[in-house]
């Protein structure tokens, strides 16, 4: 039988200590390509614009078509190769995932949780009216 451990309880600021902790992690980029996660409160819908990339062999988020690293803030303007939208985070997970117009374009697991996270957050950003910033 496996043992798990139950993690202590925390208070809501160290709940956010944690997930400000976690947010400044390596991770490895998917070379699938990445998404930019917005709200279209107009139409109530959650929008994830999807950019191609390769990773070169330093690890780092290179364009296509120019070989160049992709900056971390702003300066390029990019073409979107999809915008997918969804009226829910599991809406907007289904049009990516489980689409049978076009292969899905994430191609690791990590990617997919965040994707998944990030998706929930500009939810309940869209349901409460509130400010919302990708982590």
Not at 30 to 50: M, T
Not at 65 to 71: A, S
Not at 82 to 97: D, H, N, Q, S
Request: hydrophobic letters at 35%.
């Amino acid at each position: 039988m496996v043992q798990t451990s139950t993690p202590q309880k925390l208070s809501p600021n160290a709940l956010t200590d944690l997930d400000n902790r976690l947010s400044h992690r390596f991770i490895e980029l998917d070379p699938g390509g990445y998404f930019l996660i917005y709200l279209d409160r107009e139409n109530s819908v959650i929008c994830a614009k999807h950019f191609t990339n390769v990773i070169n062999d330093k690890g780092l988020a290179c364009d296509p078509e120019t070989g160049e690293p992709l900056p971390c803030e702003g300066g390029v303007q990019r073409q979107h190769s999809y915008v997918y939208t969804g009226r829910t985070a599991k809406e907007l997970c289904i049009a990516i995932f489980e689409s049978s117009d076009r292969p899905c374009p994430v191609t690791m697991m990590d990617h997919a949780a965040y994707l998944g996270r990030e998706f929930v957050r500009a939810e309940l950003a869209l349901l409460a009216g509130q400010e919302y910033v990708q982590d």
